[in-house]
Nanobody, 127 residues
């Protein structure tokens, strides 16, 4: 059974940094994709960053390019999202997910391609 557990959320001032982690079990990166999604109050959930194991293609939504970095540590079975230069508009509940690699490329990260989801972790950016 695949299980995901996200952690690392919290409150930070604008310009600050946070690193989200997602511990995985029952899962290997090879043959899958991983991703981080977020949902702000009153908005639909959106893909923030994803990686496909097919070719390592990495997706970032435009608003986080240059500020966020996604990674996966095979030895620790953990995915991470390093978030720098945080802005108030980054405030949201963040979710980690895993799924089928064909639904991730440099240009898209399809939510419907994700099969397993962790519980969300709240990120609040406010002065």
């Amino acid at each position: 059974e695949v299980q995901l557990q996200a952690s690392g959320g919290g409150s930070v001032q604008p310009g600050g940094s946070l690193e989200l982690s997602c511990a995985t079990s029952g899962f290997t990166f090879n043959g899958h994709s991983i991703g981080w999604f977020r949902q702000a109050p009153g908005k639909e959930r959106e893909g923030v960053s994803c990686i496909s194991s097919f070719d390592g293609s990495t997706y970032y939504t435009d608003s986080v390019k240059g500020r966020f970095t996604i990674s996966y540590d095979n030895a620790k079975n953990t995915m991470s999202l390093q978030m720098n230069s945080l802005k108030p508009e980054d405030t949201a509940v963040y979710y980690c997910a895993t799924g089928r690699p064909q639904y991730v490329s440099r240009f898209y990260c399809r939510e419907y391609g994700m099969d397993y989801w962790g519980k969300g972790t709240q990120v609040t950016v406010s002065s």
